[in-house]
């Protein structure tokens, strides 16, 4: 019997031994690689060729996207996302790279052997990704935490909920965790993207968000920043632009594992 060979692929290696272990007690499976960086794991499907690649998307190196946009479109592997970010535009992006499938953490080890059965033709599909309860009820909660954080933390600060700004960094942020390619492009994507959706100006979001900054400094709460990172980051005359205050705020919601 043919054995559907597995490369699994996350930043914990309890985590990989703890499926390891359960999906090699399937006779039909077969693991024939583990690894806790993405440039790694890339290499090692082109070595090995592995049918299914379960992976995280936060990996050193590659994360979870790269990976499977990396991957020789000829010798494709189904891929599996087992993360811990249950943000809708993180499963909307995966899904739209390839993905067979998209579930949460912690990983039940019986539905992901249903899943990998059903996506490699061993059983009949049940549900395909999209259709999920499971993993629509998992992104409500996650996108609530997510707000709730960053609320806790805009006040933490001294941003308060009244100014424009306010809501226009909230979206930054969730933006830039969605799509952390998106900081690179402030003026061209970010503030646009933003500006649509709230129907004003580029220019008109920009300014809002440099002001909720300048309130923050002016309010001279700069320590609580610094404690929310756990290091000194910035003092009072090292105010940070608006695409670092973004691309910082959202680097901690996903290490974090919010969002």
């Known amino acids: 019997m043919k054995k559907v060979k597995i490369l699994l692929v996350d930043n914990n290696m309890e985590n990989i031994q703890f499926i390891k272990s359960g999906l090699q007690e399937e006779e039909s499976f077969e693991v024939v690689g583990c690894e806790c960086d993405?440039?790694?794991?890339?290499?090692?499907?082109?070595?090995?060729h592995p049918d299914v690649v379960v992976t995280e998307l936060i990996l050193p190196r590659l994360d979870g996207f790269g990976l499977m946009s990396s991957v020789d479109k000829s010798n494709c592997p189904i891929f599996i996302v087992a993360s811990s970010i249950?943000?809708?535009?993180?499963?909307?992006?995966?899904?739209?790279?390839?993905?067979?499938?998209?579930?949460?953490k912690p990983i039940n080890?019986?539905?992901?052997?249903?899943?990998?059965?059903?996506?490699?033709?061993?059983?009949?599909?049940?549900k395909v990704a999209f259709d999920d309860q499971s993993v629509k009820n998992a992104i409500k909660r996650s996108e609530k935490q997510l707000d709730e954080?960053?609320?806790?933390i805009f006040i933490s600060v001294g941003i308060p909920a009244h100014i424009k700004?306010?809501?226009?960094?909230?979206?930054?942020?969730?933006?830039a965790i969605a799509t952390p390619d998106i900081i690179n492009s402030i003026t061209k994507k970010l503030y646009p993207?933003?500006?649509?959706?709230?129907?004003?100006?580029?220019?008109?979001?920009?300014?809002?968000?440099?002001?909720?900054?300048?309130?923050?400094?002016?309010?001279?709460?700069?320590?609580n920043i610094n404690t929310i990172f756990g290091i000194k980051v910035y003092s009072s005359h090292d105010k940070p632009t608006n695409g670092e205050f973004i691309a910082l705020l959202a680097d901690k919601m996903?290490?974090?594992?919010?969002?």
């Open 38 to 48: 993405g440039m790694a794991a890339l290499d090692k499907i082109n070595s090995f």
């Open 86 to 104: 249950g943000s809708d535009a993180f499963v909307s992006k995966a899904i739209g790279l390839g993905a067979g499938y998209y579930m949460l």
């Open 109 to 126: 080890i019986d539905t992901l052997k249903a899943r990998i059965k059903e996506l490699t033709g061993e059983s009949k599909p049940t």
């Open 149 to 152: 954080r960053l609320a806790n």
């Open 165 to 175: 700004g306010y809501q226009f960094l909230r979206e930054a942020i969730k933006m």
């Open 193 to 223: 993207s933003i500006a649509e959706n709230f129907n004003t100006s580029a220019s008109k979001v920009e300014r809002a968000i440099r002001h909720a900054i300048e309130v923050a400094w002016n309010r001279g709460k700069i320590e």
């Open 254 to 259: 996903i290490m974090e594992g919010v969002g």
